[in-house]
């Protein structure tokens, strides 16, 4: 029998899954998802499965039970009665979320919020049987079909509520078994979620959405105004009545800071950057800027927080960087740390100690560590085939070399890793390797390296991993990414190279050659740190007083969970391991990718120029924070967000509280007599307070954002339901009225102040100016307080926020090449003059501008213009086919386009035929 | 009829069942949920909720088994139907839905008597309880138009005990519309 399966079907995981479990041996065929394969039905369907007998079946939960009875095993009523929910309540609950997901980007919450009913009573039946499976002692066909159905929108156990035990014990099982593995992974692709977008939008909508009207966040509304207590609400007009005295002191770390007996020691870094690139919003977004939320955030808590990150700077990239611009790699080096210093600075990276790789205390930590492991007998030696790239004179990193992925045929696979397919790449194995400087075939060499031991190691890793994920906060893909490489087994990983720029192998018969940058940039943690203070052991060798949080993209995960562990495990010194390791997935731009070479995107250096503050970038970038699933930058949505989120919700709501203030009271917050509906808003801002409070503990930074939002629109609602500004020309007891909403409502301001200064520190300076907080205000507890009594004097009240135009964030869109169709950049590579690093459209660093001339570029853009210009009309006039002469145009415009940005003109050419209207 | 009022179409669906399948204490049922999904109570057990569990489980009742299908193949066939009845047509259905799943029916029952091949089964009986409705509002143009559905529905509802008080509905045996 022939089992049709199309990628991106989220069905295709159950009947592979049931295949799996009954043992039925099947034939995949792989089709497209629209692909027609059952004669009879109009509308496509896959999975499907062909009989030999000639019978299809298109129905994958029959497809199922009809693997489990080839296998013998009846349905019962119970596994039929699965099997009927699923397929009328569970299947379009789950559709219509993951629509809502993938097509429509909604997040987190909001997802699980459309399948909550589902999820609940499935945990409900768990808890109500004492099995361990839905129908008894051993999975069934109701089992896998369930799991299969839920997979694609939980993935992991750990976006599970709290409170749905079984279902989340249940569901960990379920993962774990084999047959489930083997879908999931010959089914799903890395890309997580997003997979299923192609087949979910060709999918009708109205048989999506017909189920269920999004009713979600009326029912929320409700569900939350039931679930206050009396006494809550009580405790929390008690608790706002104490007022600034029941502050704790603020925290004030010494210089240096070290670790306090104690106190709670957070030690905090972000990826290190690498040095000679520019870093675009999405390397912002999943290290320094997550980051610094949680090390504000940390601060905010009274903790005693130490944030350290730096560039990494060795490796052959820096070397070739150094060659091109006729400099020393120092040289470069000290000019692009110096770059990255800026942009951080400008986008008000809080780090405690911005370092760098290239000090001595790096060669000293890391041959120090090197020795350890040395004297352990943790390293093996080994020859080694690599690249050498014999134009260039010069053995070829990993990253300097593109060919075909010999695993998915991919064409243009890195020396290290695959980006389609994701698996890590031996550089020798890449098919029809090229030099990525020259474009040479280069030839394998042989030469002797040094291995760290991992399948040593590997037992003492899973004993601290063990410890480390059932005490920390990992991030799912973390999670994941690291079980997968556990259960790929670990092999012997080269920690050398034969390189100049790097630290140097303390080794006889290894002395020309330097520490591989994976082995040697994770020091760089330790070795900023003694940068920073002498006392740096303190920090990194103290496992008992310090909690230590990475913070990363998915893509750097490995190293910090299986690769850096075993080096400091290996050394045996008491050093400080990951307690909780933070992965984001990737930011997109627009539909595509950030591209330097292609000139896609918003980097960092560029931000500044667009006009937009820094806290603008901050805020909608964090909204959009990928947490749980890759997202994208778009420019629509930023001005959405910029003219409903903050303009109309959170800038008008403390304005109005700040106008109110000095319009109808001089200035001075007047008295308050709160009543039962003023105590009720009080306790839902404090119920939002703790929700915040409880995801940041997570470091679920975003949905932490949305908990602002709120609160801002509870006060919004308050304000407008009360109406202060008509009560106050009242009689007496209006008045009164008016000056406690008010009242109220100035003290929402300035918790929001505080709540959003780890988000947006500098608007929360201006609130605070504003409103003449005091200083000492600046901690969170769990409570909200009367922090602005009556009487206090605030200061001069104007708008935070400036709306964004239409226009103006069009012309952005333009300038940056949002929405690009693909094909014509990739035309454009092939095309143009110089496809060097030298030549790409690279604003010159430092020089603080975005659209810095260069002049040189200029000049082959003008020329490549030409050549374009002729080629267009020579198709034109051999009548080419219309398909070619519009790729051609649109090259040709595109060419224009970087010709006016070399030019240091913004771009203002017609935009090319195809371009997608948003 | 008395019993099942007010209680949902497919409520009444397996009163109609139980009958044809000559089970003479009619079983009580509740209804369940936004989509009013029929509930079994069994005496000395769990509750059982769906149109098809229920079904199925009747016709286990009765003793009727071989309705379910007699190899795992068939048994399958009759799974994918029941599920296609719960899911496909389910109550509102638009001008758009009922064309589809006519003509896909038609097609697939061009080379068949019934739902699973040869065999009368649980899932014509269920089938045609649900189309009943559908097929009772097709003009005799479009009767003609999806033949093989027409034959498959008449032959049903012919066979003994299975309309009970459903209206009969009347076929052309002879064709007025050649070129349909």
Not at chain 1, 190 to 214: D, M, N, R, T
């Given at each position: 029998?022939?089992?049709?399966?199309?990628?991106?079907?989220?069905?295709?995981?159950?009947?592979?899954?049931?295949?799996?479990?009954?043992?039925?041996?099947?034939?995949?065929?792989?089709?497209?998802?629209?692909?027609?394969?059952?004669?009879?039905?109009?509308?496509?369907?896959?999975?499907?499965?062909?009989?030999?007998?000639?019978?299809?079946?298109?129905s994958p939960n029959a497809i199922c039970q009809y693997f489990f009875l080839l296998a013998g095993k009846e349905h019962t009523d119970l596994t039929s009665q699965w099997l009927e929910w699923e397929a009328t309540e569970l299947q379009p609950a789950v559709s219509t979320a993951l629509y809502g997901h993938v097509v429509q980007g909604k997040k987190g919450g909001e997802v699980l919020g459309a399948i909550r009913k589902t999820l609940a009573y499935i945990d409900q039946s768990l808890t109500s049987k004492t099995t361990p499976y839905l129908t008894g002692e051993a999975e069934s066909v109701a089992d896998i079909v369930l799991w299969a159905t839920l997979f694609p929108v939980l993935q992991d156990e750990f976006c599970l509520p709290d409170e749905l035990q079984a279902l989340r014990s249940w569901f960990r099982i379920m993962n774990?078994?084999?047959?489930?593995?083997?879908?999931?992974?010959?089914?799903?692709?890395?890309?997580?979620?997003?997979?299923?977008?192609?087949?979910?939008?060709?999918?009708?909508?109205?048989?999506?959405?017909?189920?269920?009207?999004?009713?979600?966040?009326?029912?929320?509304?409700?569900?939350?105004?039931?679930?206050l207590s009396e006494e809550e609400i009580a405790a929390a007009a008690d608790a706002w009545a104490k007022g600034a005295a029941a502050l704790p002191e603020r925290w004030q770390p010494q210089s240096p800071i070290l670790p306090v007996e104690g106190r709670r020691n957070v030690l905090i870094t972000s990826a290190l950057p690498y040095v000679n690139n520019v870093p675009h919003l999405g390397n912002i977004i999943g290290c320094v800027l997550s980051a610094d939320v949680f090390a504000r955030y940390c601060r905010l808590r009274n903790w005693n927080t130490l944030y350290v990150c730096g560039t990494d700077e060795y490796g052959t990239a820096t070397e070739t960087k150094a060659l091109e611009e006729g400099l020393t790699p120092q040289q470069i080096c000290d000019k692009y740390n110096t770059v990255h210093t800026q942009i951080y600075q400008w986008f008000n990276i809080s780090f405690d100690y911005f370092g760098r790789t290239t000090t001595p205390h790096q060669t000293t930590i890391a041959q120090e560590i090197f020795h350890r492991l040395?004297?352990?007998?943790?390293?093996?030696?080994?020859?080694?085939?690599?690249?050498?790239?014999?134009?260039?004179e010069r053995f070829l990193a990993d990253r300097f070399v593109e060919g075909i992925c010999p695993f998915c045929n991919y064409e243009e696979a890195r020396g290290d890793q695959c980006d389609k397919c994701g698996k890590l790449i031996n550089a020798v194995e890449l098919k029809k390797p090229q030099c990525k400087v020259c474009k040479g075939s280069p030839v394998v060499k042989t030469s002797q390296h040094l291995f760290l031991d991992l399948p040593q190691l590997e037992g003492r890793l899973e004993q601290w991993l063990e410890q480390s994920w059932a005490t920390g906060d990992w991030t799912a893909n973390a999670r994941f990414i690291t079980r997968s490489w556990l259960r790929d087994g670990l092999k012997p990983r080269c920690i050398t190279r034969d390189l100049k720029w790097g630290t140097p192998v303390p080794l006889e018969g290894f002395r020309d050659k330097v520490f591989y940058v994976w082995f040697d940039a994770p020091i760089g943690y330790l070795s900023i740190t003694a940068n920073y203070t002498a006392q740096w052991e303190r920090w990194w060798k103290n496992p008992q007083q310090v909690e230590l949080y990475n913070f990363m993209a998915k893509d750097n995960v490995p190293f910090h969970s299986v690769v850096f562990p075993c080096t400091l495990l290996g050394a045996e010194d008491n050093y400080t391991l990951v307690n909780h390791l933070i992965a984001t997935e990737y930011l997109n731009y627009e539909d595509g990718k950030f591209s330097k070479s292609r000139g896609i995107g918003v980097f960092g250096d560029m931000a500044q120029d667009t006009g937009i503050p820094a806290d603008i970038w901050r805020f909608y970038l964090l909204f959009l924070r990928p947490e749980g699933q890759d997202s994208a930058f778009s420019w629509h949505d930023l001005l959405l967000k910029n003219n409903s989120e903050l303009l109309n919700n959170l800038g008008n709501f403390v304005n109005r509280a700040g106008m109110f203030v000095c319009k109808f009271f001089d200035g001075r917050v007047p008295p308050m007599e709160l009543g039962t509906d003023d105590k009720r808003l009080l306790a839902h801002v404090t119920l939002e307070l703790r929700q915040f409070n409880q995801l940041l503990e997570k470091v679920r930074i975003r949905d932490a954002l949305r908990c602002i939002l709120s609160v801002s629109r509870y006060g919004n609602?308050?304000?407008?339901?009360?109406?202060?500004?008509?009560?106050?020309?009242?009689?007496?007891?209006?008045?009164?009225?008016?000056?406690?909403?008010?009242?109220?409502?100035?003290?929402?301001?300035?918790?929001?102040?505080?709540?959003?200064?780890?988000?947006?520190?500098?608007?929360?300076?201006?609130?605070?100016?504003?409103?003449?907080?005091?200083?000492?205000?600046?901690?969170?507890?769990?409570?909200?307080?009367?922090?602005?009594?009556?009487?206090?004097?605030?200061?001069?009240?104007?708008?935070?926020?400036?709306?964004?135009?239409?226009?103006?964030?069009?012309?952005?869109?333009?300038?940056?090449?949002?929405?690009?169709?693909?094909?014509?950049?990739?035309?454009?590579?092939?095309?143009?003059?110089?496809?060097?690093?030298?030549?790409?459209?690279?604003?010159?660093?430092?020089?603080?501008?975005?659209?810095a001339r260069d002049p040189q570029r200029a000049k082959e853009l003008a020329e490549a213009v030409t050549q374009q210009g002729n080629h267009v009309r020579q198709l034109k006039t051999s009548k080419a086919e219309k398909g070619q002469i519009d790729a051609a145009v649109a090259t040709l415009l595109e060419l224009k386009k970087q010709l006016a940005l070399a030019e240091g003109k913004a771009a203002e050419v017609p935009a090319p035929k195809g371009k997608k209207k948003k | 009829m008395a019993v099942a009022a007010g209680l949902g179409p497919e409520a009444e669906e397996l009163v109609l069942l139980e009958k044809s399948l000559g089970l003479t204490k009619g079983n009580k049922y509740g209804v369940q949920g936004e989509r009013k999904s029929p509930v079994l109570q069994i005496n000395n057990g769990p509750s059982l909720t769906g149109l098809a569990t229920i079904a199925t489980h009747?016709?286990?009742?009765?003793?009727?088994?071989?309705?379910?299908?007699?190899?795992?193949?068939?048994?399958?066939v009759v799974q994918q139907w029941l599920e296609y009845r719960v899911t496909q047509i389910a109550l509102p259905c638009t001008k758009e839905d009922t064309r589809v799943i006519l003509k896909d029916l038609n097609l697939y029952l061009e080379d068949k008597v019934y739902l699973a091949r040869n065999n009368f089964t649980l899932a014509d009986i269920l089938m045609y309880y649900g189309l009943h409705h559908i097929i009772i509002d097709l003009t005799v143009q479009e009767k003609e138009k999806y033949l093989n559905v027409s034959r498959w529905f008449n032959h049903i509802q012919h066979y003994p005990g299975i309309r009970q008080h459903l209206s009969s509905i009347i076929f052309m045996k002879n064709r007025l519309f050649t070129n349909a």
């Open positions: 029998m022939r089992l049709y399966l199309s990628e991106g079907s989220p069905q295709g995981l159950k009947v592979l899954a049931a295949a799996g479990a009954s043992g039925a041996r099947v034939r995949l065929e792989r089709v497209p998802p629209d692909g027609h394969v059952v004669p009879f039905l109009t509308h496509p369907r896959v999975p499907a499965l062909h009989l030999d007998s000639g019978t299809f079946l298109f774990l078994l084999e047959p489930c593995r083997n879908a999931v992974e010959s089914v799903l692709t890395p890309k997580g979620a997003e997979q299923f977008k192609a087949y979910l939008q060709k999918q009708p909508v109205s048989c999506l959405h017909s189920e269920k009207p999004a009713t979600n966040e009326p029912e929320e509304e409700e569900l939350a105004q039931r679930s040395l004297e352990r007998d943790v390293l093996l030696t080994d020859t080694v085939e690599q690249l050498r790239c014999e134009r260039c609602q308050y304000i407008q339901v009360n109406e202060p500004w008509k009560r106050i020309k009242g009689p007496a007891a209006d008045r009164t009225r008016a000056g406690t909403v008010t009242g109220v409502a100035v003290n929402i301001a300035c918790l929001i102040s505080i709540m959003l200064q780890p988000f947006m520190p500098d608007v929360s300076a201006t609130i605070q100016r504003q409103l003449c907080v005091p200083q000492a205000c600046n901690i969170l507890t769990d409570t909200f307080l009367c922090l602005l009594p009556p009487g206090h004097q605030i200061g001069t009240v104007s708008p935070l926020f400036q709306k964004l135009e239409l226009d103006e964030i069009e012309a952005l869109r333009q300038r940056f090449g949002g929405g690009q169709p693909e094909d014509s950049s990739l035309e454009l590579k092939t095309h143009a003059a110089h496809p060097s690093p030298g030549a790409r459209m690279s604003p010159m660093p430092g020089a603080g501008s975005g659209l | 009747l016709v286990k009742q009765a003793k009727k088994e071989q309705l379910l299908g007699k190899t795992a193949e068939e048994k399958a």
